[in-house]
């Protein structure tokens, strides 16, 4: 850390810091202190008030959303460089839930870092864990053009597990890392059928790959298509009503993305 006399520094969990100013004409004085919560008696109001509060989160954390009955993989080497079992459950139930042809996210905005074995009852907090951010799902028009580049830049930074690596719905595609960013991608299939690059394209997304975030700055140029609510919801919410809805999900690895061994 830098040190400097009028910068102030808390490191240690269990601790405040206390600072006392005084003034001398232009002169400022700092007089800090750390102390630690272990000298401070508890307050028996505001013990029971928190206590409360922790045991009602805990109940809602806890609730159960469904089965998956398939393993899930959600460490960082797993979903920023390949196609996820994990990513396609969440880009499916972007996708059924915008009634989109094609569903996009990032593998970076899956954060669990966890495994889950076979036949794993997943809760609303193994969701809270997995989908720490409040992103909100975002329908888009897109040229094929359009989806294009951002699939490039997709992939375009595989070898240092960016986060922008696309887990995707709705369409497959094959790359190969062994060529120059920008020119990977060998084909990419819509619905079963080869891209065009002047149709337009229905595609779910997260409201930050839809401003440009993580190099997708082609999908700002897309076209918002209004969903009609007044609140979108949130993309860890979609996935809970889709595992919901469902009562209980197989999740695979079937050839979305598809990484070429050559070039």
Do not use: C, M, W
Not at 53 to 69: H, P, S
Not at 146 to 157: A, I, T
Not at 207 to 218: I, N
Request: aromatic content about 6%; proline content about 4%.
């Amino acid at each position: 850390l830098i040190k400097h006399p009028k910068h102030a520094y808390l490191l240690e969990e269990g601790t405040a810091l206390k600072i006392e100013t005084t003034t001398s004409g232009d002169k400022v004085e700092l007089t800090k202190e750390i102390l630690s919560f272990k000298d401070f008696p508890k307050n028996k109001e505001v013990t029971e008030q928190t206590s409360s509060y922790v045991a009602r989160l805990n109940r809602l954390l806890d609730a159960e959303v469904g089965l998956t009955t398939k393993s899930l993989d959600t460490t960082k080497f797993s979903v920023r460089q390949a196609e996820n079992a994990f990513g396609n459950l969440v880009a499916d139930s972007i996708r059924a839930f915008a009634n989109s042809d094609i569903g996009i996210i990032n593998g970076g905005v899956i954060r669990g870092g966890k495994q889950y074995p076979p036949n794993t009852l997943l809760t609303r907090r193994d969701i809270a864990t997995e989908l720490p951010f409040r992103s909100r799902i975002v329908l888009i028009e897109l040229t094929g053009q359009q989806l294009l580049d951002g699939l490039e830049n997709g992939v375009s930074r595989i070898k240092e597990l960016k986060g922008r690596f696309p887990q995707v719905s709705g369409l497959s595609v094959r790359y190969s890392p062994f060529v120059t960013a920008g020119k990977r991608i060998k084909s990419v299939e819509v619905g079963g059928q080869p891209l065009e690059l002047t149709k337009l394209y229905k595609v779910a997304t997260s409201d930050y790959l839809a401003s440009g975030g993580d190099g997708y700055s082609s999908f700002k140029n897309g076209k918002i298509i209004a969903s009609g609510v007044k609140v979108t919801p949130l993309l860890s919410e979609v996935l809970i009503s889709y595992i919901r809805q469902k009562g209980q999900v197989s999740p695979v690895i079937e050839g979305r993305s598809v990484k070429l061994n050559s070039n």
